[in-house]
C-alpha cells in the first residue's frame, strides 16, 4: 500500500477474532484478485475487480458455493446455475451496473480460450454489479473485453488495492467515497484454525456505524463538504455485493449459512438493505478435498459438524463489518461525471471512536 494512501480501520477492529496476516481475503490460500480501474477525467470512473478461487482453471476445478440475497434489486448473472448445483466454476467478476452483460461476454470469451476448453460448449459467469453511475457516466457503457482481461492479468495472490479501484472506482456509501474492502479472520487451533476472508464492493447507504458507535452523527453533511451541486446518494438505495471465501472444508447448505452471516455485517455498519439495494453474497470453500470435477460421476462432499459452525459464523460477520469500513477509510476523493464524492473524513470518525473507547488498534 503506497504511503500517500489512508489508513485502514485496524487490525481486527471491529470484532474479537484475530485477522489473517494481510488482514485480507487472501488470507484463505489460493484466492486471489486482480483489478482494472477505467479512471478517464471526470466522465469515466469505473471497472473491474475479479476474485479467483485457486490459480488453476476454475471450470475444470469447482468449489462448492453459495449465493445468498439481502435484497434483491440488483443483476447478479450465474445466480441460478450456483444455486442449483451449489459450485462456481469460473471466477467472481464485479463491475458497474450497466457493463454487467459486457464483462459476462468477456469473461466467456477469456474463458473458452483457456487450456483444455476446447470441447467446452456451456459455461456460467458469474458477474455481480453495483451502480457507479454518480461517478462515472454509466450509460456509455465503456468497460471493455480489454479491461476484463486486464484484472485477470493482475491477480495478486498476496496483498489487495482497495479503495477507489476496479469496481470500487465509481462507488458512494453513506454519501461518502466507497470501494472495494477487505478483510480476514482466523480461528483458534481448538476451533479448526480455519481462515474467513471478506471483499466488498462498497455501494450502500444508510447511518454510518463503526464498532457500534454512530459516527453518522459526528460527520458534517457529504454533499456540503464536497460543495457539490448535485448531492452525492447517502440513502439505504444503493448495492453492495460481498464475496466471502474460507479454506473449511463446507458444503453448499453450510455455504449458503456462512454467507447469511455477512449480512449481519453489513446491518453493523448501519444499513437496513432498502427497496433499491441489491444486497449479494457469495461464499464458496477452497478446501482441497472438496474440489470437484466435471469429469468424475462422484464428487466429495466433506463437511464440518453444526457445532462447529458458530466460529464461522463471528468470522464473517467480523470480516464483512471491517471490510466495508475499509472501503471508505481506504477510499480518495474523486470528482466525477455529476459530481464529488469526498473521501470519508476520518478525524470525526476517529473521535467519535476515541470518546466511545472504540479507537482502532494501529493497522497492518
Known amino acids: 500500500m503506497g504511503p500517500d494512501l489512508p489508513p485502514r480501520i485496524g487490525r481486527g477492529d471491529p470484532g474479537t477474532l484475530p485477522t489473517g496476516p494481510r488482514n485480507a481475503i487472501t488470507d484463505v490460500a ?20 475479479v ?14 458455493a453459495a449465493v445468498v440475497v439481502g435484497n434483491g434489486f440488483g443483476k447478479l448473472t450465474g445466480i441460478t446455475q450456483v444455486q442449483e448445483l451449489g459450485e462456481l466454476e469460473t471466477p467472481i467478476f464485479l463491475t458497474g451496473t450497466l457493463s454487467t452483460w459486457k464483462v459476462a461476454d468477456a469473461a466467456v470469451d477469456w474463458l473458452l480460450r483457456q487450456p483444455g476448453m476446447d470441447n467446452v460448449r456451456s459455461i456460467n459467469p458469474v458477474v455481480g454489479e ?10 456509455a457503457r465503456p468497460v471493455t473485453p480489454a479491461l476484463v482481461e486486464q484484472a485477470l492479468a493482475g491477480i495478486s495472490f498476496a496483498e489487495v488495492e482497495e479503495g477507489a479501484v476496479g469496481a470500487g472506482a465509481g462507488t458512494v456509501a453513506f454519501g461518502w467515497k466507497g470501494g472495494i474492502g477487505t478483510s480476514s479472520r482466523r480461528l483458534a487451533a481448538g476451533d479448526g484454525g480455519d481462515t474467513v476472508g ?14 457500534g458507535v454512530p459516527v453518522w452523527k459526528q460527520l458534517p453533511d457529504p454533499g456540503e463538504y464536497a460543495r457539490n451541486l448535485t448531492t452525492p446518494p447517502s440513502t439505504g438505495d444503493g448495492s453492495i455485493m460481498m464475496v466471502v471465501a474460507t479454506d473449511a472444508p463446507l458444503d453448499p447448505q453450510q455455504l449458503q449459512r456462512l454467507a447469511r452471516r455477512a449480512l449481519v455485517g453489513l446491518a453493523r455498519t448501519g444499513s437496513v438493505m432498502s427497496n433499491g439495494s ?7 470453500s477452497t478446501a482441497p478435498e472438496n474440489l470437484r470435477s466435471p469429469d468424475r460421476p462422484l464428487q466429495p462432499a466433506r463437511s464440518l459438524a453444526g457445532e462447529a459452525m458458530s466460529p464461522l459464523f463471528q468470522a ?15 477510499a480518495r476523493t474523486v470528482r466525477g461525471h455529476r459530481g464529488t464524492a469526498a473521501a470519508l473524513p476520518l478525524e470525526p470518525v476517529l473521535e467519535a471512536l476515541d470518546r466511545a473507547g472504540a479507537r482502532p488498534r494501529p493497522a497492518p
Do not use: C, K, W
Open 130 to 139: 453495483t451502480n457507479d453511475g454518480y461517478l462515472s457516466d454509466i450509460r
Open 30 to 49: 489460493g484466492v486471489g484478485v486482480g483489478h482494472a480501474t477505467l479512471a478517464e477525467g471526470t466522465r469515466f470512473n469505473t471497472g473491474v475487480t
Open 316 to 330: 464473517a460477520a467480523e470480516a464483512t463489518e471491517e471490510a466495508i469500513v475499509n472501503s471508505m477509510f481506504r
Open 278 to 284: 441489491g444486497d449479494y453474497v457469495i461464499a464458496f
Open 198 to 211: 471478506v471483499l466488498v464492493q462498497s455501494n450502500f447507504g444508510g447511518e454510518l456505524t463503526i464498532a
Open 51 to 64: 476474485v479467483v478461487p485457486h490459480p488453476r482453471n476454475a471450470y475444470r476445478e469447482r468449489v462448492p
